[in-house]
């Protein structure tokens, strides 16, 4: 059976991430502190407070954490799954972003922004096999590609569906689509992980700007879009 590579639109995703919402960000209501206890075990609540999912959805989604590990008694799954249907209906407002943060933006670091992926790429950028691919060693190749590095732009702006192999591995899921972040966040978390685990830009690049994110922004890409984006790097 094929695993996904990203888990990220569900209540523990890591895809990815998204960034530094914590705990306040999280709606008050009945189940709150249930969501976060059970949430942070694993994930940056804030993976959870971007979705917008119907009841059916979250339903399924408890389900497939339940089948990945995540304890819950049948009455605390019902109480999950009516916050969830509540405050992060489809429709529902997301959680305003607080002043200091968004004055910071121009400064952001891409290593705060990148501790919301670890869960999925881990800390070392190794990903785990099968499961989700690994950064490290991998990112140079995309930008090294011709349009690799309007590529990841686009990945991160529009997210990723579809089947891809890197390093002999495939990889077959779903990563969540990025627009909600910032030019300047998507810039840094790319700069950070085109920089680190000895990875480096190719000769004659320098780093990303917000100029380059902007521009990629109003596409309207889909997911599957950006996966036939991806085939045509010729990335092996």
Not at 184 to 211: C, D, H, K, M, R
Request: charged share 15%; glycine share 12%; hydrophobic share 40%.
């Amino acid at each position: 059976m094929k695993r996904k590579y990203l888990i990220g639109v569900s209540l523990l995703a890591g895809g990815a991430l998204w960034f530094g919402l914590g705990q306040s960000a999280l709606p008050e209501g009945p189940g709150r502190d249930l969501v976060l206890q059970k949430c942070q075990t694993c994930h940056e609540i804030g993976f959870v407070t971007r979705e917008r999912q119907t009841r059916e959805r979250w339903d399924a989604i408890i389900t497939e954490m339940q089948a990945y590990g995540m304890r819950i008694t049948p009455e605390e799954r019902a109480i999950i799954l009516d916050y969830l249907a509540t405050h992060l209906a489809p429709g529902a407002q997301a959680p305003a972003r607080p002043p200091a943060q968004a004055q910071a933006q121009a400064g952001v670091s891409g290593a705060q922004v990148y501790n919301n992926c670890v869960g999925c790429h881990q800390a070392n950028g190794a990903g785990i096999p099968g499961v989700f691919p690994p950064l490290a060693g991998h990112v140079p190749n995309i930008l090294a590609a011709r349009g690799g590095r309007e590529w990841l732009v686009q990945m991160m702006l529009y997210g990723l569906q579809g089947q891809i192999t890197v390093r002999g591995s495939n990889y077959n899921g779903i990563m969540p689509a990025y627009a909600q972040l910032s030019d300047a966040e998507i810039a840094a978390v790319l700069n950070y992980i085109s920089t680190q685990w000895g990875n480096a830009f190719p000769s004659g690049q320098g780093p990303f700007t917000e100029a380059e994110v902007r521009a990629q922004r109003g596409k309207n890409l889909s997911p599957q879009q950006v996966h036939a984006a991806r085939q045509q790097l010729g990335l092996r």
